[in-house]
């Protein structure tokens, strides 16, 4: 009886643990443990756990997310069963209710992880992340956007790198961005793309977001500053203070677009359309009305333009 009891479980541990390969598991971070799991297959995998070596010789007692396990979870060092997508955070304590020890957070992540479901494309160029920066001094702004449903998602690590170098990164506080200070040598030729690594999860399941780029492609100068009208045509405006100086050598060329009243700076239908590299523009419309709008490119890179500055310009009435 005992034996055939003893194969039976034999059998259970060894067709469920099938396919649990060690090389699925992997420290993510302190007390953070990621599992990889095929897409579409119902996968069974034995975690090995442990609360901790000072516990050896302690009554350990396990809880999952608060809850006691049934049958209950005891010993130092334990082995617990993930199905599919069901982690969750481990808790180790002293006694069936006594106080926390330990705990391992156990992820699961698709392999390959390219079903993603957190965070929402911002569009098929651009992929889940954007990033900007003002200038080429190696500050940069990364943003994402959690899917509606997934807006408990949490940001566990970000990691930015240029060529091995790593580059300091810190989280905003609503979670969705990440400013990051790359402060090698800002000027020189960029080499080697900077790539930026998102971990996220929401619930336990764990998604991993990159993006790759030259500094040089996601320079935007920031919006035009100080735009005016004088003698009743001529609008003039300043280079943003963000921007690098000299300003005859980081160059920057504008484009001018004057739409109908009404209209906004991105309309398709303009009235006059032109590019300069003066900070001023004088129209020749003859409508009353209008809107006068200009932004800024970097002349050399030809990278992102800057957003629209505009003046609405009702007869004598002139808003910037
Ligand atoms: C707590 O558990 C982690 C594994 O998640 C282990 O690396 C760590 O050593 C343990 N801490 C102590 C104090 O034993
Ligand atoms: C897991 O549980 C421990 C102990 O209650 C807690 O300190 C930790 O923040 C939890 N982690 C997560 C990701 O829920
Ligand atoms: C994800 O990758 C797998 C294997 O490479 C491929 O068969 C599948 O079509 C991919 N799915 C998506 C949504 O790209
Ligand atoms: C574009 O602007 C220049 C002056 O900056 C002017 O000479 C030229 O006529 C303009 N072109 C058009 C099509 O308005």
């Avoid at 259970?12 to 992997?26: D, F, K, T, V, Y």
């Avoid at 992102?304 to 003046?311: D, L």
Wanted: with cysteine; net charge negative.
């Amino acid at each position: 009886m005992c034996v055939l009891l003893f194969m039976v479980l034999y059998a259970a541990l060894c067709c469920a643990s099938s396919g649990s390969h060690q090389e699925n598991i992997e420290t993510l971070m302190d007390n953070v443990l990621v599992l990889r799991v095929p897409y579409g297959v119902n996968s069974k995998v034995y975690v090995p756990l442990t609360c901790g070596e000072a516990y050896q010789n302690q009554p350990v007692f396990w809880k999952k997310n608060g809850m006691e396990l049934n049958p209950a979870l005891q010993g130092n060092q334990i082995r617990v069963l993930v199905e599919e997508m069901d982690g969750g955070n481990y808790t180790c304590h002293l006694g069936p209710n006594g106080e926390n020890l330990n705990h391992t957070v156990i992820l699961v992540q698709l392999d390959p992880d390219n079903r993603t479901v957190i965070l929402e494309e911002k569009s098929p160029e651009e992929g889940h992340i954007h990033c900007s920066a003002s200038n080429y001094k190696g500050s940069f702004h990364c943003t994402w956007t959690r899917a509606r449903l997934r807006s408990n998602a949490v940001v566990l690590l970000v990691k930015a790198e240029r060529y091995l170098e790593k580059i300091p990164c810190e989280l905003d506080a609503d979670g969705s961005g990440v400013h990051c200070q790359d402060v090698s040598c800002p000027y020189k030729e960029e080499k080697h793309r900077i790539t930026l690594t998102i971990y996220i999860s929401s619930y336990s399941r764990l998604e991993v977001y990159t993006k790759a780029f030259y500094l040089r492609e996601i320079v935007r100068p920031a919006k035009l500053p100080s735009l005016r009208i004088s003698d009743g045509k001529v609008f003039s405006w300043t280079f943003p203070d963000s921007w690098e100086k000299p300003e005859t050598f980081f160059a920057l060329h504008f484009q001018v677009k004057v739409v109908h009243s009404g209209h906004v700076c991105n309309s398709e239908e303009h009235i006059e359309h032109n590019i300069t590299e003066e900070t001023k523009y004088e129209v020749n419309v003859k409508t009353k009305k209008y809107v006068f709008c200009v932004r800024a490119q970097d002349k050399f890179t030809s990278g992102p333009w800057s957003h629209w500055s505009h003046c609405t310009v009702n007869k004598e009435q002139v808003d910037c």
